[in-house]
């Protein structure tokens, strides 16, 4: 199956060709000097095609390095003050023929330790466990993270989100689009398992990031499937949502809050397999300029997600989940 997938890849690649973007309209709207989008001006296409882009994130659950290729002769559209709904309707509508080549290389610190924990501070990792052993509190904080790095690549569309009087950033992006990952790692409870693995899906994400104020999200829809025979290959909805507000006070939850939550189907007869659900929430230190973060949760697995030698009977099907953080 995993070779089926990877040859559909191939294919879809092939049939992929950088355009010239001579089109006379383009999906986005550009913005005029005051920052609001002129629906009436059409972007021409540039003599030149826009360099490939470095952009990197640093973070202890999510680390990541990823090279923005774009395959056509059109500037990253920009959007100041954009009406959330109205970015995803133009995300949308620009996804229909990807624009944008994305190739992300990405590490989960956090779950490596507790990996590299039990496997060779067994004693101190056993020291965390709570009353019979079945909740860890090391398996608290890193869970949640089913590969411990990832190789991807993404294929739609992209939009810049800028704002007057503030610095661009390079990760203040919208995307919208196509995305293969590749891990020969599978996490089992801070255990790492060999297991050569393929994620297809189809998601949007987006991250606006301004000196008062931030949002991310994202969205997902797609299968995973295993070399492993002893891990069930599934199919998964996923949603995730995040804000902090600078100027909403230290006590406004729904301005400084996070949801996450994903659910995983059997490709075999859709029988529910994992649920996984995490709230969080912000509280802003304003003078710092920074947030503490605390995000708990819990996740949910059937016995049927395992077979053979991974499969655990006596295991727990509920797992802790407590992620404090700070974010800057």
């Known amino acids: 199956m995993i070779r089926r997938a990877f040859l559909c890849v191939i294919i879809l690649l092939c049939a992929v060709r950088p355009v010239r973007g001579d089109e006379p309209e383009q999906p986005f709207p550009q913005p005029t000097g005051n920052g609001v989008p002129a629906e009436s001006r059409p972007q021409l296409p540039s003599a030149r095609k826009p360099a490939p882009e470095f952009v990197w994130e640093l973070d202890p659950y999510y680390t990541e390095i990823s090279l923005h290729i774009p395959l056509t002769y059109t500037s990253i559209p920009e959007l100041s003050e954009p009406n959330e ?22 590490v989960f610190p956090m779950p490596l330790i507790g990996v590299a924990l039990k496997e060779y501070q067994r004693d101190f990792y056993r020291g965390f466990n709570i009353g019979s052993g079945n909740i860890n509190l090391i398996e608290t904080v890193t869970a ?83 070399d492993n025979p002893d891990i069930s290959d599934t199919f998964y909805l996923g949603f995730r949502r995040s804000s902090l507000d600078f100027m909403a006070g230290m006590m406004s939850f729904m301005s400084n809050s996070s949801i996450d939550f994903r659910w995983d189907f059997s490709v075999k007869d859709g029988r529910l397999l994992r649920q996984e659900y995490v709230i969080g929430t912000k509280i802003p230190i304003t003078s710092w300029h920074m947030a503490f973060r605390l995000d708990a949760g819990l996740i949910w697995e059937d016995q049927a997600k395992y077979k053979g030698r991974l499969k655990d009977s006596s295991a727990p099907d509920f797992t802790a989940v407590l992620r404090p953080n700070l974010e800057f």
């Open 144 to 226: 949640g993270f089913q590969e411990p790095y990832a190789f991807s690549l993404f294929l739609g569309d992209m939009v810049s989100f800028v704002q007057p009087g503030e610095k661009k950033i390079s990760s203040n992006k919208g995307y919208m689009g196509y995305m293969v990952s590749y891990s020969n790692q599978h996490i089992k409870r801070n255990t790492l398992v060999p297991d050569h693995n393929l994620e297809i899906e189809w998601k949007t994400k987006g991250e606006r990031i301004f000196s008062d104020e931030r949002l991310s999200w994202s969205f997902r829809l797609g299968s995973k499937l295993h």
């Open 85 to 106: 709904l109205d970015v995803y309707r133009k995300l949308l509508l620009g996804s229909l023929m990807p624009r944008y080549l994305l190739l992300e290389a990405a």
